[in-house]
T-cell receptor, first 112, second 113 residues
Framework: GENVEQHPSTLSVQEGDSAVIKCTYSDSASNYFPWYKQELGKRPQLIIDIRSNVGEKKDQRIAVTLNKTAKHFSLHITETQPEDSAVYFCAASIRGNNRLAFGKGNQVVVIP | NAGVTQTPKFQVLKTGQSMTLQCAQDMNHNSMYWYRQDPGMGLRLIYYSASEGTTDKGEVPNGYNVSRLNKREFSLRLESAAPSQTSVYFC????????????FGQGTRLTVV
């Protein structure tokens, strides 16, 4: 089945710097790649997603890039702020598109 | 418009007890899901319902059952709770399958002693 891995598991950045989280996936048939943000004690919420026919997508300070050949996609957060501190989950659609395989999550800590 | 609502928010069970976690969505979504979240393990799919009237096993279905009562409601039942089922449970829904935005409930923190 689909295997999604995230690196690094924990990332600390100074406020104002950029953060990059990378995910790799195994199923070449995956065609949908969302990123979810989960603040402490809260529910996961979608922050950005990308489909396989697009190489990059941007929404204000966040962007996602997709390399289908290498089977990896990355989340980029620029000008980080304390409210960006959270756990970020990447996911990839499983063949058939009724399910997602989630990575184990990255803890991002923005140091003021 | 409440989105996805789960009850209860917290629950403590004794080993062997049973309980049902309730989930309802008011977004007219077709697909609903139950996940469990454990430290360092991410979100693991227990069961899902692609559409009203269908249910399928996910990655970790053992010890659980589900019912898609109608389009709005999807319940998760633990027939005989075990300490290994201590976790945070999230219900989610999406319009059609998981290639559209999924909305999560607020979670249920379950402890089995």
């Amino acid at each position: 089945g689909e295997n999604v891995e995230q690196h690094p598991s924990t990332l600390s950045v100074q406020e104002g710097d950029s953060a990059v989280i990378k995910c790799t996936y195994s199923d070449s048939a995956s065609n949908y790649f969302p990123w979810y943000k989960q603040e402490l004690g809260k529910r996961p919420q979608l922050i950005i997603d990308i489909r396989s026919n697009v190489g990059e997508k941007k929404d204000q300070r966040i962007a996602v890039t997709l390399n289908k050949t290498a089977k990896h996609f990355s989340l980029h957060i620029t000008e980080t702020q304390p409210e960006d501190s959270a756990v970020y989950f990447c996911a990839a659609s499983i063949r058939g598109n009724n399910r997602l395989a989630f990575g184990k999550g990255n803890q991002v800590v923005v140091i003021p | 418009n409440a989105g996805v609502t789960q009850t209860p928010k917290f629950q403590v069970l004794k080993t062997g007890q049973s309980m049902t976690l309730q989930c309802a969505q008011d977004m007219n979504h077709n697909s609903m899901y139950w996940y469990r979240q454990d430290p360092g393990m991410g979100l693991r799919l227990i069961y899902y319902s692609a559409s009203e009237g269908t249910t399928d096993k996910g990655e970790v279905p053992n010890g659980y059952n589900v019912s898609r009562l109608n389009k709005r409601e999807f319940s998760l039942r633990l027939e005989s709770a075990a300490p290994s089922q201590t976790s945070v449970y999230f219900c989610a829904s999406s319009m059609t399958g998981m290639n559209t935005e999924a909305f999560f409930g607020q979670g249920t923190r379950l402890t089995v002693v």
